[in-house]
């Protein structure tokens, strides 16, 4: 088994990590996820958690578009466009005037943009949340 690639253990020791990566850390003592879209996360988990389900489903399913309801909140949307970005590298924006404003997330699968295809989360954004011991 070939040895993790998280953190160079001469600066900061890791502990041993889940997944083995090309890029970002794995282990639950990196920025898997912002502080933006964990401090959005823990501030409503249960509608968090439904907007993760909704975006893992159309991962799951190969879907392009996904239209979201009109939400009041920015943050409700920023946490759409976060999620939708970081997690799965689905492209989002806002459509729409308040209070109608709502968020639509495209899905390219043909063609690669500058982060490469889309991509299922290696971990959700709820189990990072829950393995870091975050609140």
């Known amino acids: 088994m070939a040895e993790h690639v998280c953190h160079d253990p001469a600066v900061t020791p890791c502990p041993k990590c889940y997944y083995i990566v090309p890029k970002k850390c794995q ?7 912002s502080d933006d ?8 988990p249960a509608w968090c958690r439904s907007i993760e389900r ?3 489903e159309m991962y799951t399913h190969k879907l392009r578009v996904k239209r979201f309801p009109p939400m009041r909140s920015s ?7 976060l999620l939708a970005q ?20 495209y899905a ?13 989360p290696v971990m959700t954004l709820s189990e990072f949340v829950s393995r870091a011991n975050i609140s």
């Not at 799965?88 to 308040?98: L, P, R, W, Y």
């Open 27 to 33: 282990c639950v003592t990196s920025d898997m996820y």
């Open 37 to 44: 879209i964990i401090d959005l996360y823990l501030s409503n």
């Open 54 to 56: 909704a975006l893992q």
């Open 75 to 81: 943050y409700e949307r920023m946490f759409v466009h």
């Open 86 to 105: 970081e997690g799965f590298n689905f492209k989002s924006e806002s459509q729409d005037v308040d209070p109608h404003r709502s968020v639509v997330v």
């Open 108 to 120: 390219d699968w043909d063609t690669m943009n500058n982060e490469g295809y889309p991509r299922k």
